[in-house]
C-alpha cells in the first residue's frame, strides 16, 4: 500500500470509497436515514472535487483500488478520513493519519482537531485525541452525533 498525494483522477474513487465506508463501517452507528443524508445516492462531485483539492488530500492505493482517504487543512483540521471496507482494521487509517500529522508537523502544526463520528472516536483516542465536546449536528434535515476531538503536539 503506497500513501501518495490525491490526484484529479481519483475523484469518482473516492467519493465512491467514501459512500461505501459510511454504508457498511458506520452501519452499527447510524441508522439508514442518517447515513443516507451522510452519503447521499447522488453526490455533488464538483463540490467534492474542490473540497479534495482545497485541501491537503493523501490516498492510500492499494494497486488495485483506493484502500483510503484522508483531508486535512494547514490549520491542522482533519476534515476526512475513510477507510474503504474492505481493507478495514488493516491499519490503513493509522497509516494515512500518520502521514498527514507528519505533514502539519512539518509545516508547523502543533493543535491538531477533528469533528470525530462515533465510529472513528476510538480511531482518534488511539491517535492520542481527547474528546472535547459531545455535539449534534443536523445535515439534510437529518441529526447526528459526534465529538470533536482534539491532540496538542508534545
Ligand atoms: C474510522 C476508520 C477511518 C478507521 O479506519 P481503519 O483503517 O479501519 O483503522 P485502523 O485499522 O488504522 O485502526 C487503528 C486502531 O484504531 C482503533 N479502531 C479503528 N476502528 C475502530 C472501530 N470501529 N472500533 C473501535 N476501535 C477502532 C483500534 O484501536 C485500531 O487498532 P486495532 O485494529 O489493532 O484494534 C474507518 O472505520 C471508517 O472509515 N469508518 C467509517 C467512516 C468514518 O466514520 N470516518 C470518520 C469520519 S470523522
Known amino acids: ?63 488495485a483500488g483506493l484502500a483510503g482517504f484522508i483531508a486535512c487543512s494547514h490549520d491542522g483540521h482533519i476534515d476526512l478520513l475513510y477507510t474503504s471496507p474492505r481493507h478495514a482494521r488493516r491499519g490503513v487509517a493509522s497509516a494515512l493519519y500518520r502521514a498527514a500529522e507528519q505533514h502539519l508537523r512539518g509545516i508547523g502544526v502543533t493543535e491538531f482537531v477533528t469533528e470525530a463520528s462515533l465510529v472513528a472516536a476510538p480511531f482518534f483516542a488511539r491517535q492520542g485525541f481527547r474528546v472535547e465536546e459531545e455535539q449534534r449536528v443536523v445535515r439534510r434535515d437529518i441529526e447526528f452525533r459526534r465529538y470533536r476531538m482534539k491532540k496538542t503536539a508534545p
Do not use: C, K
Open 1 to 63: 500500500m503506497n500513501i501518495r498525494a490525491y490526484l484529479d483522477t481519483d475523484l469518482a474513487a473516492v467519493v465512491e470509497l467514501f459512500a461505501a465506508s459510511i454504508h457498511e463501517l458506520a452501519v452499527h452507528d447510524y441508522d439508514a436515514a442518517q447515513r443516507a443524508a451522510w452519503a447521499p445516492a447522488a453526490p455533488d462531485l464538483a463540490e467534492w472535487s474542490q473540497r479534495l483539492s482545497g485541501q491537503t488530500t493523501l490516498v492510500a492505493d492499494a494497486g
